[in-house]
């Protein structure tokens, strides 16, 4: 059975419906969903608490399983949209290994699934096809963001 994360007939997680185009792994099967989740460190937040900061360093993306994630650009502008399950955020720390760039922090209880860059490095050499549909998604991800912030200025 798919998971509901991933449940796109539902009229709230259909494509463009509010996702901001930044909900990932539409295509992964049933199966394929569970290899990646077994690669995929599962984490927990309390509705407040700070899940990132501006400036910290990691190599990892983060999907949110559950709840909802609100950020803020280090640069001190308004707050980032908020984003819900299916979404990720932490891909640019992911590609460049730079500091992170946005503080976020979970609006209600969230759940997250974190995918270090060792672990991408396992499920790539075990799993060529999701890793592919992953890199695919995330630069699809940027592109979306990059337009939209084009659009803003």
Not at 24 to 37: D, M, N, Q, S, Y
Not at 94 to 107: E, K, Q
């Amino acid at each position: 059975m798919k998971p509901n994360l991933f449940d796109y007939d539902a009229p709230d997680r259909a494509p463009g419906a509010g996702d901001g185009g930044d909900v990932i792994l539409r295509g992964l099967t049933p199966a394929e969903w569970e290899a990646f989740v077994g690669f995929a460190e599962p984490l927990r937040y309390a509705a407040g608490e700070p899940i990132l900061r501006a400036g910290e360093t990691g190599r990892a993306i983060y999907i949110v399983k559950s709840g909802h994630v609100r950020g803020a650009l280090a640069r001190g502008r308004k707050a980032t949209a908020e984003l819900g399950p299916g979404s990720v955020f932490g891909e640019i720390a992911f590609f460049d290994g730079a500091p992170r760039s946005a503080s976020l922090w979970a609006v209600d209880a969230v759940e997250l699934l974190v995918l270090p860059m060792s672990a991408f490095d396992k499920l790539a050499a075990w799993h060529p096809r999701i890793a592919r549909e992953l890199l695919l998604d995330l630069g699809r991800v940027l592109a979306t963001r990059l337009r939209q912030a084009e659009a803003r200025n």
